[in-house]
């Protein structure tokens, strides 16, 4: 469905609380009309009084924190920490029978809730139906978050945790160095295939499948190494979603013995859903027909959230 031509938004009220207005979701239809969405929305929101934050400081919020699209209410409360707004406006936009659905969903930073408003218009109404909407989404809470609409207070800040893993699936890969001190020296290397399930976020389940090249009776031998773990992450730079992630595995080496692992390592994001994993601190005992060997490891694994 064609859409007319979206507002020009007025000029930014300087006096008004800072508000992100967070662009529209298309879900299902045009993008063009979720950009239709967002624009009748920054114009809306500017004409109300507030202040509607530019659009590049948005982005670059949004991607230093990783957040998902459409943003979850937790995303959207992060956004407003990160940018000192009290107010945060966005919508998801669907289609059905010719016309378009769409919720406005508000989130007003001292409020435990989101505010949501459901609206159905056809394309040259949906414009109106929108303006219509948003001034009862943006009444003042009951909570007063400023003493004059002039100078609004700060946000109330509320102990939240950052998230370290955006996603519950992770899928990644990486290789590993096991080296064996002492008198009878060794090296194996392993090249490996990870999976990655979080039940919450500081806990999750692991299971990774290796090729591994390893030192043997008379020479280089190869074998499959079975890894499967239970994770948990300590803090170490929270706001830059940078962790220590301690790990417990066990696993099977066929013919020889089970593997055991205890990790500590330092991740750090290298994109919106891609981290980098360093296992630092990795002492592994091997079970062996004839002996049992521990070794120090040593690993990167590259992760992408799904």
Do not use: C, K
């Not at 529209?24 to 929101?45: C, N």
């Not at 394309?123 to 002039?150: H, I, K």
């Amino acid at each position: 469905m064609p859409l007319p031509p979206a507002p020009e938004a007025p000029p930014a009220n300087p006096d008004g609380p800072r508000t992100a207005v967070i662009d529209a979701a298309p879900l299902g239809v045009d993008r063009a009309a979720g950009a239709f969405v967002t624009d009748v929305l920054r114009e809306a929101v500017a004409g109300l009084g507030f202040q509607v934050i530019p659009t590049p400081e948005l982005y670059t919020a949004a991607r230093d924190l990783g957040l998902s699209f459409p943003p979850s209410p937790e995303g959207i409360y992060q956004l407003e920490e990160a940018l000192r707004a009290p107010v945060a406006v966005t919508a998801e936009v669907r289609a059905a029978r010719r016309r378009y659905l769409v919720r406005l969903r508000v989130r007003v930073a001292v409020e435990p809730e989101e505010r949501v408003r459901d609206l159905t218009a056809g394309q040259f109404e949906l414009g109106d139906a929108l303006r219509e909407a948003l001034p009862a989404l943006l009444v003042p809470p009951r909570t007063p978050v400023a003493s004059a609409p002039e100078a609004p207070q700060a946000p109330v800040r509320r102990a939240r945790r950052l998230r370290v893993h955006p996603r519950r699936w992770e899928l990644g890969g990486g290789l590993d160095l096991a080296f064996g001190p002492g008198r009878d020296s060794f090296v194996n290397v392993m090249l490996a295939a990870r999976a990655a399930y979080y039940v919450s976020d500081r806990l999750g389940f692991t299971g990774s499948l290796s090729y591994a090249n390893l030192r043997g009776r008379q020479g280089r031998v190869s074998n499959a190494l079975i890894l499967v773990g239970v994770e948990t992450a300590v803090d170490l730079v929270p706001q830059s979603r940078i962790f220590i992630p301690l790990r417990l595995e066990l696993g099977y080496l066929p013919a020889n013995g089970p593997v055991v692992r205890v990790t500590a390592g330092l991740s750090f994001p290298l994109a919106r859903r891609v981290r980098l994993e360093l296992d630092l601190v990795s002492p592994t005992l091997w079970v062996l027909p004839e002996t049992s060997p521990v070794s120090l490891d040593l690993a990167a694994s590259v992760f992408f959230a799904l």
